[in-house]
């Protein structure tokens, strides 16, 4: 079987195609804010001028290699509001052009299949930490749960408003990590979990003030060293109470490799096995939701055209997984 998927949730445009075994075409188109962060309706004119591009790309390896696509799927939900409809809109284009269902696709649940899917791992605790999102999730009885989650933004979101405020441009998380790289002395800043949820609004805000007394260095590794214990403490409490033994890391802010260390020194600990995708499978890419689409056509979840409508708050436990 061969899927079309296109996301466009945010800052990337991705078309890809893929079957049971691999992705076989994918193109992107990056918006980048000409300056501070990301603006909805920019990033949709964004992905509105380079939909055309992307997606002829890879209908141009279909045609080539002779493939039929079965179905094209989108990102519904959770996402920009203007971007998710630019997105929507061209997907049941496509979708009526080549006479196939349309599948509309969780983005969350689609950073957790195409983790699974590359990584091999089977019933993992999930990190999903992303520009948007940051969530701690297991599948239990049909649904992924989530177990904790943030009470205001995401880590991501975090990482890049205290980048904006010391003058780095976007996105932050990279450019952090390198600084955090020569530091040589952590200063405290507000650990918040509450519960099973964290919290990274107070973080990021003191950061920024910590900043105008502080080394930047020192306050970049004392911002991840802090943000990071927060959601490993989490990721472990949940491990320990869905009775788990792997955790899958997912989200562009998985890119970081500090981020990394920590969560597999705690499954050392608690003998768990950590899960990394590749970094081009981490951010968000066409190819997760082609394969989610695939997964949930092969168990015959399609998305009729009068409930395509896009989803800006589309929580990843509305979603009955029915192809596990
Ligand atoms: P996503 O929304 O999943 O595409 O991820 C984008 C987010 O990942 C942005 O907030 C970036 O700042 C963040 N990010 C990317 N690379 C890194 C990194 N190496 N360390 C921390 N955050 C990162
Ligand atoms: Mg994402």
Known sequence: MIV???EGTAWNLSCALVDEEDVIAERSATYVPAKGGIHPREAAQHHA?????????????????DLTIEAVAFSQGPGLGPCLRTVATAARALSLRFNVPLIGVNHCIAHIEVGKWKTGATDPVVLYVSGGNSQVLALRRGRYRIFGETLDISVGNA??????????????????????????????????????????????????????????????????ETAF???????????????????????GVGANS?????????????????????????????????????V????????PLAESR?????????????WQ
């Open 4 to 6: 079309l998927g296109l």
């Open 49 to 65: 001028e380079h939909m055309a591009g992307v997606v002829k790309a890879v209908l141009d390896v279909a045609r080539k290699d």
């Open 159 to 224: 990482l890049d408003k205290f980048a904006r405020q010391v003058g780095l441009s976007h996105p932050g998380g990279p450019k952090v990590e390198k600084l955090a790289k020569s530091s040589k002395e952590y200063i405290p800043l507000p650990y918040v979990v509450k519960g099973m949820d964290f919290s990274f609004s107070g973080l990021s805000t003191a950061a920024a003030q910590a900043a105008k007394k502080h080394d930047l260095a020192d306050v970049c590794h004392s911002f991840q």
């Open 229 to 251: 214990a927060m959601l490993v403490e989490v990721s472990e409490r949940a491990l320990a109470h869905a009775e788990k033994k792997e955790v899958l890391l997912v989200g």
């Open 258 to 294: 500090r981020l990394r260390e920590m969560l597999n020194i705690m499954c050392e600990e608690r003998g768990a096995k950590f899960y990394v995708p590749e970094k081009k499978f981490m951010g968000d890419n066409g190819s997760m939701i082609a394969y989610t689409g695939l």
């Open 296 to 303: 949930m056509m092969k168990c015959g979840v399609t998305t």
């Open 310 to 322: 896009v989803r800006p708050g589309y929580r990843t436990d509305e979603v009955v997984v029915t």
